[in-house]
Nanobody
Framework: QVKLAESGGGSGQPGGSLRLSCAASGYAYSNYYMGWFRQAPGKEREGVAAISNVGTTYYAVSVKGRFTIAQDNAKRTVYLQMNSLKPEDTAMYYC?????????????????WGQGTQVTVSS
């Protein structure tokens, strides 16, 4: 049974930091690349960051320089370090796994999704 379990969400202040984790199980982890997405109320889902199985990373313009995606293949876990938080980072954050041939942040390329973890940034 495929499972992606996010954790680490919560409340943060503008300028602060949070780290999200996503533990994967039930599929051949090394054959997939991982991504983080977010969706705020009333807005479309947005791809945030992705990491390939060899460590290549890709970021949305809105988070580049502030967020860092990383993974521990031995633990089958992907992380999203979020620094310099802004109120507009407030959203439900999802991790997802893709075995598509291309390396992309397009949501339709991702086969498996977690349940999400809420991040709220406010003063």
């Amino acid at each position: 049974q495929v499972k992606l379990a996010e954790s680490g969400g919560g409340s943060g202040q503008p300028g602060g930091s949070l780290r999200l984790s996503c533990a994967a199980s039930g599929y051949a982890y090394s054959n997939y690349y991982m991504g983080w997405f977010r969706q705020a109320p009333g807005k479309e889902r947005e791809g945030v960051a992705a990491i390939s199985n060899v460590g290549t990373t890709y970021y949305a313009v809105s988070v580049k320089g502030r967020f860092t995606i990383a993974q521990d293949n031995a633990k089958r876990t992907v992380y999203l370090q979020m620094n310099s938080l802004k109120p507009e980072d407030t959203a439900m954050y999802y991790c997802a796994a893709s075995d598509a041939a291309g390396f992309s942040l397009r949501g339709e390329y991702f086969a498996f999704w977690g349940q999400g973890t809420q991040v709220t940034v406010s003063s």
